[in-house]
C-alpha cells in the first residue's frame, strides 16, 4: 500500500514523501530515503522498487528534499539536510504502526542525506547504508588532485538545473537544459565557467564550486567529514570500482572503523556510479557481479531494526569484489600488504612506440636511465576514455590512446603468474615541466595477449610545486590480472573533459583562458638514485 503524505520542517517548509507499507497488519521498522530527482524515481536506478523492501516487512519512506519533487523550499546543495534530515527522520520514526527504528538507504546524493542526517543524531535513527558518497567534498567529489571534474560536475549541475525548470514550469528552459545533458556543451577544455547555466540557472552551486578551487570553508561546512566526528552507527558501506566516489566511500569507512563501535562494513563491487550490473564499460564480469546489495540491506535491517540473527556478524566485514577472477573476496581488513615498487624503464622512446618502455617488477634490475620526453598541446589534449571520472565510466579498449605521441607507456613482461592485487596504488613519479603548473594522468591496464588494453585503475594531479618526486593516488582497486597479460602504466598531462585542461599558467580554473594554454614539456626520469615506480597491493591468491 502507497500513500502520499506531508510533514513540515522546524521552520515550516512542507517535505512531501510516498511511503510503502507492508500488506500485513502490525508495526514495523521505518527505511528512510532522501532525494532530490523526484520521489517516483526512488534510486530504481540501482536498487530494488520501495515496494520490494516494504515486502520484506519494513515502512518505506522516499522523501523529496526541500525544493525538489513537490517539496516546498529552496534547493541549496547539502544547505539543509542535517536539520531537515533530522525532523525527518523524528517524522518518520512516528509515523502510524512504525516502531519507532529507522534505518536509511541510498546512494550518491541519498547517500549524503544519510551522513548529514546522522550528523544531528537522531535517537531514533539506528543504522545507515551510505552508498558511493562524499567524505569530504571537496576531494571527493568537485576535484580530484585539486583538478576540477569538468563533465561530471557540469552533467550533474545541468541535471539538478533542469529540475529546477521543471518545478517553474518553464518549458523553453528544460528542454534546452535537456539538449545540454545529451550533448555536454563542453566547447572550451579549459575555462570551465559555463554560460549556459550563468543564463538558466544562476542559483546553481556549479559556479561556487568552480569559484572555490581550493579546500576552503565553503567545502569544510558543505562536508560531511566536518559533521560526523561525534556520530557512531552501525553502518553498511558501498561503492563501486569505477565509482567517481570510491575515494569518499573509502575514507568514511575507515574514519568510522577506526573508532567505532558498532560494526562497520564495506562491499565493493565493479560497478560504475550506475547502474550496478555485470556488465561495465565494455567489459562482463559475469552473473556474480550483478547486484547483491539489495538482500545484504535487508539482511543488514533485520539484524539492527528487527534483532533479529541473520548471521551478517559472523561474516568478514569486508567483501571486494575481484575482478579478473570474477568473484567475491572477504578480508578481515582492507588490505593494507607492503605494496611492491615496479619501476619505470625506458630507451627514452616510450612515447612514440609502446614497446620502448618497460614497467619492471621488483626483482628486476634497470638496465638504463634515459628519460622520456612528452608534449602536452592544449589544441588536442589527451581524451578521456572510461576509468572513474568520465561518462561512460568502467574498462574500455584503449590500445589507440595508448599509440598517441603524448602519452608515454610502461609496460611490463607477460605474467609468468597470476598476479593479485587489491588495495591503494600509489606512484612516485620524477618529471618537470617548462611551465608554472601542468597536470599529470595515470592509468593502469592490463594488456592482453592478443594487444587489447583495459583499464581498471586511474589518477589524476595537478601540479604546482616544482619539488619531485609528484606523487598521485590511483583509484583503489582488486583485481586478478591472469598468466599471460602484461600489466600498463600510461601517462598523459591531460584527460580531458573528464578534468578541466591545465593551461600551464598557474591560474584556478575560474580565472583560466583556453588562449593563454601552452604548449607543455615535460621530461619522466627514473634512476637507481631517484626512482620512478608506481607501488602496486600484492595480495595472495
Known amino acids: 500500500m502507497k500513500q502520499t503524505l506531508a510533514m513540515h520542517t522546524r521552520d515550516g ?77 523524528n517524522w518518520a520514526a512516528a509515523l502510524p504502526h512504525s516502531t519507532g527504528q529507522v534505518g536509511m538507504y541510498g546512494f550518491s546524493y541519498q547517500g549524503m542525506t544519510q551522513l548529514f542526517a546522522a550528523a544531528a543524531q537522531p535517537p531514533a535513527l539506528k543504522t545507515i547504508c551510505p552508498s558511493m558518497v562524499a567524505y569530504d567534498l571537496y576531494a571527493d567529489w568537485g576535484y580530484e588532485g585539486a583538478a576540477f571534474c569538468y563533465q561530471l560536475n557540469l552533467g550533474w549541475a545541468i541535471q539538478l538545473a533542469a ?23 563542453i566547447t572550451d577544455s579549459v575555462q570551465v565557467q559555463s554560460g549556459l547555466l550563468r543564463h538558466l540557472a544562476p542559483d546553481s552551486h556549479y559556479h561556487a564550486w568552480v569559484e572555490h578551487s581550493t579546500p576552503d570553508a565553503y567545502w569544510q561546512q558543505r562536508s560531511p567529514k566536518t559533521h560526523l566526528s561525534q556520530v557512531d552507527l552501525p553502518m553498511l558501506h558501498i ?21 567505532s563501535a558498532y560494526p562497520q562494513h564495506l562491499w565493493i563491487g565493479p560497478w560504475a556510479h550506475l547502474p550496478w550490473g555485470r556488465r561495465v564499460g565494455s567489459l562482463d564480469y559475469g552473473p556474480a557481479a550483478n547486484s547483491p546489495i539489495d538482500r545484504l540491506q535487508i539482511r543488514w535491517f533485520d539484524h539492527f531494526l528487527k534483532g533479529k540473527d541473520t548471521g551478517l556478524l559472523e561474516e568478514p566485514p569486508i567483501c571486494l569484489f575481484e575482478m579478473g577472477s570474477n568473484r567475491w573476496r572477504h578480508f578481515a581488513h582492507f588490505p593494507t600488504n607492503l ?55 568502467g574498462p574500455f579498449e584503449r590500445s589507440s590512446l595508448d599509440s598517441r605521441s603524448d602519452v608515454v607507456t610502461y609496460t611490463s613482461a607477460p605474467l609468468t603468474a597470476d598476479l593479485h592485487l587489491a588495495g591503494e596504488i600509489g606512484l612516485e613519479l620524477y618529471c618537470t615541466a617548462d611551465a608554472p603548473s601542468f597536470d599529470l594522468c595515470a592509468v593502469l591496464s592490463e594488456v592482453k595477449p592478443d594487444g587489447r588494453v583495459y583499464n581498471f585503475s586511474q589518477g589524476y594531479q595537478r601540479i604546482a610545486e616544482p619539488a619531485a618526486p609528484h606523487r598521485l593516488t590511483l583509484q583503489p582497486t582488486c583485481i586478478c590480472l591472469p598468466q599471460g597479460s602484461c600489466l600498463r602504466l600510461s601517462l598523459s598531462a591531460a584527460c580531458a573533459p573528464a578534468y578541466a585542461v591545465n593551461p600551464g599558467t598557474g591560474a584556478a580554473p575560474n580565472d583560466s583562458r583556453l588562449i593563454d594554454a601552452r604548449v607543455i614539456t615535460l621530461t619522466f626520469s627514473s634512476t637507481a638514485a631517484q626512482p620512478s615506480q608506481v607501488m602496486l597491493p600484492q595480495i595472495d591468491p
Not at 19 to 47: E, H
Not at 239 to 259: C, S
Request: overall charge negative.
Open 13 to 89: 517548509v512542507r517535505l512531501d514523501a510516498d511511503v510503502y507499507y507492508p500488506d500485513a497488519a502490525g508495526d514495523y521498522p521505518v527505511l528512510l530515503m532522501r532525494q532530490p530527482y523526484g520521489r517516483a524515481i526512488a534510486s530504481t536506478v540501482v536498487y530494488a522498487h520501495p515496494s520490494w523492501y516494504a515486502a520484506q516487512g519494513y515502512i518505506v519512506v522516499i522523501q523529496d528534499v526541500r525544493g525538489r519533487g513537490s517539496s516546498e523550499g529552496e534547493f541549496d546543495l547539502f544547505a539543509h539536510e542535517i536539520n531537515d534530515g533530522d525532523d525527518a527522520v
Open 339 to 393: 605494496p611492491q615498487p615496479y619501476r619505470l624503464q625506458t630507451t627514452g622512446l616510450a612515447a612514440l612506440d609502446e614497446q620502448q618502455g618497460t614497467l619492471l617488477a621488483p626483482e628486476a634490475s634497470p638496465s638504463s636511465e634515459l628519460p622520456d620526453i612528452l608534449v602536452h598541446d592544449p589544441w588536442r589534449p589527451v581524451p578521456s576514455l572510461g576509468g572513474h571520472a568520465a561518462y561512460p565510466a
Open 239 to 259: 561503492g563501486g570500482w569505477f565509482d567517481t566516489h570510491l575515494r569518499g566511500t573509502l575514507a568514511l569507512y575507515k574514519a568510522m572503523a577506526d573508532r
Open 163 to 185: 529540475e529546477t525548470a521543471r518545478r517553474q514550469g518553464n518549458a523553453d528552459a528544460y528542454q534546452t537544459l535537456y539538449g545540454a545533458a545529451c550533448h555536454l556543451p
